[in-house]
Nanobody, 126 residues
Framework: QVQLVESGGGLVQPGGSLRLSCAASGGTFSKYAMGWFRQAPGKEREFVGAINWSGIVSYYADAVEGRFTISRDNAKNTIYLQMNSLKPEDTAVYYC???????????????????WGQGTQVTVSS
């Protein structure tokens, strides 16, 4: 079993920045890929980005490409989502997820992820 705990959400003005963290426990963190997803009220959960085990490979949704950056610290069993130039449409609950079936590649499909955190709210508003 893998437990994931997100933190760092909050209220930020448009154009501002936030950094989310996701701490993992259980399993061997350095052996699996990780992803970030989000879900806005009344909308389906959507892919934000993902990172492979080493941090060398990452992939982002078009909506956040160039504004968001995922990184990981395997020594701390933690991944991060640095969010810059935030827009009101980025408002959502953000979830991290672990994909234990692959390490070198990344997936944008939520059904391929095995474990999920409880989510952290990000609100972008003036």
């Amino acid at each position: 079993q893998v437990q994931l705990v997100e933190s760092g959400g909050g209220l930020v003005q448009p154009g501002g920045s936030l950094r989310l963290s996701c701490a993992a426990s259980g399993g061997t963190f350095s052996k699996y890929a990780m992803g970030w997803f989000r879900q806005a009220p009344g909308k389906e959960r959507e892919f934000v980005g993902a990172i492979n085990w080493s941090g060398i490979v990452s992939y982002y949704a078009d909506a956040v490409e160039g504004r968001f950056t995922i990184s990981r610290d395997n020594a701390k069993n933690t991944i991060y989502l640095q969010m810059n130039s935030l827009k009101p449409e980025d408002t959502a609950v953000y979830y991290c997820a672990a994909d234990l079936r692959q390490a070198t590649a990344v997936s944008a499909y939520d059904w391929e992820y095995d474990f999920w955190g409880q989510g952290t709210q990000v609100t972008v508003s003036s």
